[in-house]
């Protein structure tokens, strides 16, 4: 080899190192970035709503028009709607997922209904709320409830929880799907048995982000959903309740006294942060379990 190839190698080499170590630079640049904004929303509301946090704030309902008491009635109701959420578009996000990644066939309209759901993970929430308000809550006669909230943030969420899917269908190897057929299995079996239990984990991925943005919307729910204030627990699906995002908007828009409350507004908003945390942390646990099991 002449020394001017071995030469052009080496700037070669060295432009490759010197553009991976500037990418990894962004990279860490961005992610201290996207940190200290965190810790800096964590600060600012621990510091204006640590005080508004006891035991009565946390198993009370609000009295004195909101402006004391606590949310125990919103806590409750953020946790119906979230579940409920899930309950709905989990299995109809994976069930489309599957379909779509297993058993259509590739094509124009394949392209199309994928471009039409990448489209709508990108509607405003509040589209999605008029939309719950016109099919479940008038047209459906559920009216406003836990459960037309519940289909609402369903369907809201659904493009997140079919993406996500379809990208844990395409990871697992061609080579599970071939040997369980050569087997003798089924197609649904194959996929029941075999590549379903293994996507499963990193589908939970995209059920964690769902239940993350189902908990903190306002628009999908305050339509369908949520209501002012109640003092009444649900009992049932048909029952109204108070949401944690919704009071927020609600003390800090529209309450008796919008200064008076400010502690008890920064107190909701870290109880709701809290509270998508701790979710979050179950389904993450119940993630690493099953890919334990693998």
């Not at 409350?261 to 179950?282: C, D, E, P």
């Amino acid at each position: 080899m002449s020394p001017s190839t071995i030469g052009l190698a080496q700037q070669t080499a060295s432009r490759r190192i010197f553009s991976q170590s500037a990418m990894f630079g962004l990279f860490r640049i961005a992610a201290v970035i996207h940190g200290l904004a965190l810790f800096v929303i964590l600060f600012f509301l621990i510091k204006n709503g640590w005080q508004a946090i006891n035991w009565t704030f946390l198993t009370q309902p609000p009295i004195n028009s909101m402006t004391q008491g606590g949310i125990f009635p919103c806590i409750v109701g953020t946790i119906y709607l979230s579940i409920g959420a899930m309950l709905i578009a989990f299995p109809l996000g994976t069930a489309s997922a599957i379909y779509l990644n297993e058993y259509a066939r590739q094509g124009v309209v394949l392209r199309i209904i994928r471009f039409g759901i990448n489209n709508l993970a990108g509607v405003p929430s509040v589209v999605f709320g008029l939309f719950g308000l016109a099919l479940f809550v008038t047209w459906m006669k559920m009216g406003v409830s836990i459960l037309a909230g519940a289909f609402t943030l369903g369907f809201l969420t659904l493009p997140v929880i079919i993406g996500t899917a379809e990208e844990a269908l395409r990871s697992v190897p061609a080579t599970y799907r071939e040997a369980s057929l050569a087997l003798g299995a089924t197609k649904w079996q194959t996929i029941y048995r075999v590549v379903w239990p293994a996507a499963l984990p990193s589908m939970l991925t995209g059920g964690i982000l769902a239940l993350s943005r189902a908990a903190g919307e306002t628009a999908a729910i305050m339509f369908t959903a949520a209501v002012f204030y109640t003092k009444k627990m649900p009992t049932s699906i048909f029952d109204q309740v108070m949401a944690l995002p919704y009071h927020i908007y609600v003390l800090a828009t529209a309450g008796t006294d919008i200064e008076q409350t400010r502690h008890l507004q920064y107190g909701t908003a870290l109880v709701l942060i809290f509270l998508v945390l701790g979710m979050n942390l179950a389904a993450i646990v119940y993630r690493s379990r099953l890919r334990k099991n693998r």
